[in-house]
Structures are given as C-alpha cells and as structure tokens.
C-alpha cells in the first residue's frame, strides 16, 4: 500500500527547523562580527553582511 504524504507534518517540521535557526543565528553573527573585527577581509565581511540580512530576515519573517 501506498503511504499517504502528510502535508501538516512538513508544515511542523520547517516550523522547527525555522525555529532553530532564529536561535542560532544571533551568537553565529556574534563570533563573525568579533572574528570580522581580529581579522578583516573581504570576505568576513560578506559573510557577516549575509548572515545579519538573515537575522533580521528571521526576526520580521519575511522568510
């Protein structure tokens, strides 16, 4: 027989998933702002600029 797919279940799981990130996204941004300002390159930067777009992405929920 042929398992039926479970719409609500993904729904629970990208909730959780969603979750978790808005958790960890603050003290990642946290050690590459300090790592950003130790070692400044270019690329730090981006990444720090990226990760910060994706706070706040998470915080007003536009993802």
């Known amino acids: 027989m042929k398992r039926r797919f479970n719409t609500y279940a993904f729904q629970n799981s990208m909730?959780?998933?969603?979750g978790m990130c808005r958790q960890l996204i603050v003290?990642?941004?946290l050690f590459q702002g300090l790592r950003t300002l130790i070692f400044p390159t270019i690329l730090d930067v981006f990444l720090l600029?990226?990760?910060?777009v994706a706070a706040f992405s998470l915080h007003f929920e536009w993802i």
């Open 15 to 18: 909730r959780n998933f969603k």
């Open 27 to 29: 003290p990642i941004c």
């Open 49 to 52: 600029i990226i990760l910060i």
